[in-house]
């Protein structure tokens, strides 16, 4: 079996931790190991992002960071760890401009200043870009090409980590028996070989994205099903606003585009406006409150609301969203704004002066994940957590423009202090290199039986399926105290499924043991949702009760949750 | 009349063994991209059916990279077709793992 040695481990190697191994390294470690489930660099959600990214850098009018942080409080819903928010509008402009300094390629003014627009919720202009919809591929190539320069840093693609190995117990064990250990290592599986790797570690990083894949209609790329809530959950780490998933309002709905993300619609709704018409063609937003007379400034959690309120009501476009039109727009400003991508809608049949699309709600992006603290430190000693996968700062609402500098802002933190906490462990990882009997036994014995092949009552592939229409309709962007309960007990049922599902033979990157590992990881997930959700007795950000409407200001707290011995989940004291 | 069906060969099996092609007949929808079916294929029919992707239809990881009737193109990209068969093989070139997968990691990102 193969074995690994490193002084800190990064579990995902999107921009969050593309930039924590780079920190660690820059910290002094010497040895990061950076593995991803698919290939590094290319999965994740920040290579998908093709909108703007947040930092008061004062290009087009005076700006400050804590501008930016009274804006992101505000988007909240009065539900922001205010610590992690104010990290991350302070360090925001710092790691953009170093983007810059990498040849990123923001886009410029002709006066050569980085150009800024105003994206919804935001103050003033403060959000940079890289045209055309090359943001997140422009911020994902740099840091592979920054990644590939540092001798320290080892990248290993298709490994996919099923399980963070904790020390057994730690000697001064707390009274009420949680007695977290520290974290060690993981189990990994190579998926090329289909065989168990161990890795011990000095410290280790989470940086795995959220979840928006466990609901079927998502803008997720195919790695983004939970995986680091359930590891941290597993490991005895904490989860916090596990219940506030944020559904993009105008996802891409019809005619069918090919070759494009679905959320591909905001810039262009930054750069011109356009108008969300229900399918009688009339404008609907100021119904709900915001007339967009000062351009595009409805926020998400509202425009979700307002459309799905138009669907319910029958006033709905054919495939069930509404129309975003840029039709009343001359064909110059069309031209201007879109570039190159007139001609990518055009082999998709969609000719913007003449026709609307339709747009309807997916889910995006996930407020909630493992709670931290300002070091990126869960409470497992030894773990820490980057970018998406950190819950807290954006609240019940995130902001639009603030991932990417979440990604590079918590990466730097917990990949800086990851390696401290490995350098101040150098005694324990030097016996780590040995790797104590023993340890991750459980988890390499379930990869080599899952990995045997087996028949079963079940295919893993179908309940993934199956778990994301549940979630969808179930746990989706309007949710009662019936649905939750239903999701509740047939999730608990899915997961009483997990021994009897069937594996194909073979070991060579076998996709049913891929499926299984992300079912079991999803179902975690999907549960810490459901339950969060169950409690949140009414409406506040991206979390809607059909039978809470009203915000309940005795609501004004975070959730944080753990696994209880018997595998159930616990509320944390209110904090 | 019947609702128009997309049909798949796809070449299935390991380096090791002798390759067989597969016959898959997917539910067609104006629109809809060759990796459309093939996950269509693994939720609905047989999950141990090997793709490599990630992004899905971004266009952005460029995993999805297979031979589609002989000619090297992404599936995210390549729209279904319902009016002849398509017939869809590994990357050739590469090192072939299983089914529609090959071995596209830099020697340096392998575990050995």
């Given amino acids: 079996m193969s074995h690994i040695a490193t002084d800190v481990l990064v579990v995902g190697a999107g921009g969050a931790g593309m930039y924590a191994a780079i920190a660690a390294a820059r910290a002094g470690a010497e040895r990061v190991l950076l593995a991803d489930k698919s290939l590094v660099g290319r999965g994740g959600a920040t290579v998908m992002a093709q909108m703007t990214v947040a930092a008061a850098l004062g290009e087009e009018c005076p700006d400050e960071w804590t501008a930016h942080l009274e804006d992101t409080l505000a988007s909240g819903r009065?539900?922001?760890?205010?610590?992690?928010?104010?990290?991350?509008?302070?360090d925001?402009?710092?790691?953009?401009?170093?983007?810059?300094?990498?040849?990123?390629?923001?886009?410029?003014?002709?006066?050569?200043?980085?150009?800024?627009?105003?994206?919804?919720?935001?103050?003033?202009?403060?959000?940079?870009?890289?045209?055309?919809?090359?943001?997140?591929?422009?911020?994902?190539?740099?840091?592979?090409?920054?990644?590939?320069?540092?001798?320290?840093?080892?990248?290993?693609?298709?490994?996919?980590?099923?399980?963070?190995v904790t020390s057994p117990g730690t000697a001064d064990g707390t009274a009420d028996g949680t007695a977290d250990g520290e974290a060690i290592g993981a189990v990994a599986l190579d998926v090329a070989a289909g065989e168990p790797v161990t890795i011990a570690a000095g410290a280790v990083v989470i940086a795995t994205g959220g979840l928006s894949r466990i609901f079927a209609r998502n803008s997720a790329s195919a790695?983004?099903?939970?995986?680091?809530?359930?590891?941290?959950?597993?490991?005895?780490?904490?989860?916090v606003d596990m219940e506030f998933v944020q559904f993009f309002p105008i996802g891409h709905l019809a005619p069918r585009l090919v070759g494009m993300d679905p959320i591909m619609w905001d810039p262009f709704r930054y750069k011109l406006g356009g108008r969300l018409l229900d399918g009688n063609g009339r404008e609907f937003l100021a119904d709900y409150g915001s007339d967009e007379r000062d351009g595009y400034t409805t926020p998400r959690d509202l425009a979700t609301y307002a459309i799905h309120q138009e669907v319910a009501a029958g006033r709905g476009s054919p495939h069930g969203g509404v129309y975003l039109s840029f039709a009343h727009l001359p064909a110059a400003a069309l031209a201007d704004a879109f570039g190159p991508v007139i001609e990518r809608l055009a082999r998709?049949?969609?000719?913007?002066g003449r026709m609307a699309v339709e747009v309807a709600p997916i889910a995006h992006y996930h407020m909630g994940g493992i709670?931290?603290?300002?070091?990126?430190?869960?409470?497992?000693?030894?773990?820490?957590?980057?970018?998406?996968?950190?819950?807290?700062?954006?609240?019940?609402?995130?902001?639009?423009?603030?991932?990417?500098?979440?990604?590079?802002?918590?990466?730097?933190?917990?990949?800086?202090f990851a390696a401290a906490h490995a350098a101040a462990r150098a005694d324990r990882a030097d016996r780590a290199l040995g790797w104590p009997r023993g340890a991750g036994a459980e988890a390499v014995a379930r990869i080599r039986r899952l990995a045997e092949g087996r028949p079963g009552a079940a295919q893993p592939a179908a309940l993934l399926e199956e778990l994301r229409a549940l979630m969808w309709r179930d746990v989706g962007p309007f949710r009662t105290a019936a649905g939750l309960a239903r999701a509740a007990a047939r999730l608990a049922e899915l997961r009483a499924l997990l021994p009897d599902l069937e594996i194909a033979p073979g070991r060579a990157f076998n996709p049913t043991l891929v499926d299984w590992f992300e079912l079991r990881a999803s179902l975690a997930a999907a549960a810490a949702v459901t339950h969060a959700a169950r409690h949140?007795?009414?409406?506040?950000?991206?979390?809607?009760?059909?039978?809470f409407p009203d915000t309940d200001p005795a609501w004004a707290r975070r959730q944080h949750v753990h696994l209880a011995p018997d595998g159930t989940f616990a509320a944390s004291p209110a904090r | 009349?019947?609702?128009?069906?997309?049909?798949?060969?796809?070449?299935?099996?390991?380096?090791?063994?002798?390759?067989?092609?597969?016959?898959?007949?997917?539910?067609?929808?104006?629109?809809?991209?060759?990796?459309?079916?093939?996950?269509?294929?693994?939720?609905?029919?047989?999950?141990?059916?090997?793709?490599?992707?990630?992004?899905?239809?971004?266009?952005?990881?460029?995993?999805?990279?297979?031979?589609?009737?002989?000619?090297?193109?992404?599936?995210?990209?390549t729209r279904l077709r319902s009016d002849a068969p398509m017939t869809l093989e590994p990357l050739p070139g590469k090192r072939l793992l299983r089914d529609l997968v090959t071995e596209m990691r830099p020697p340096r990102e392998r575990v050995r």
């Fill in chain 1, 348 to 352: 998709n049949g969609i000719d913007l």
């Fill in chain 1, 223 to 239: 790695n983004m099903g939970g995986d680091g809530y359930a590891l941290a959950l597993a490991a005895g780490a904490e989860l």
């Fill in chain 1, 536 to 547: 949140r007795s009414e409406s506040r950000g991206a979390h809607q009760r059909e039978d």
């Fill in chain 1, 78 to 90: 009065g539900l922001c760890d205010e610590a992690l928010a104010a990290i991350l509008c302070r």
């Fill in chain 1, 371 to 416: 709670a931290v603290d300002e070091r990126m430190a869960s409470r497992v000693p030894g773990l820490y957590a980057a970018g998406e996968a950190v819950g807290g700062a954006n609240g019940a609402n995130r902001l639009s423009g603030n991932a990417i500098p979440e990604a590079l802002v918590f990466g730097e933190r917990a990949g800086r």
């Fill in chain 2, 1 to 77: 009349m019947s609702a128009p069906m997309a049909h798949l060969r796809i070449r299935r099996g390991s380096a090791a063994a002798m390759p067989r092609y597969d016959e898959f007949v997917v539910p067609f929808e104006d629109g809809q991209t060759v990796l459309d079916a093939l996950l269509w294929i693994r939720a609905r029919r047989d999950p141990s059916l090997a793709i490599r992707y990630s992004c899905i239809n971004g266009n952005v990881c460029k995993e999805c990279t297979m031979a589609i009737d002989g000619v090297v193109n992404y599936a995210c990209i």
């Fill in chain 1, 92 to 164: 925001a402009p710092a790691r953009i401009r170093e983007m810059g300094e990498w040849r990123v390629g923001w886009a410029r003014r002709a006066d050569g200043r980085i150009a800024q627009v105003t994206a919804p919720g935001h103050s003033r202009p403060r959000c940079c870009y890289v045209d055309f919809l090359n943001t997140g591929p422009a911020v994902a190539a740099t840091l592979r090409r920054r990644v590939a320069n540092i001798a320290a840093i080892r990248r290993v693609s298709n490994l996919n980590v099923t399980d963070i």
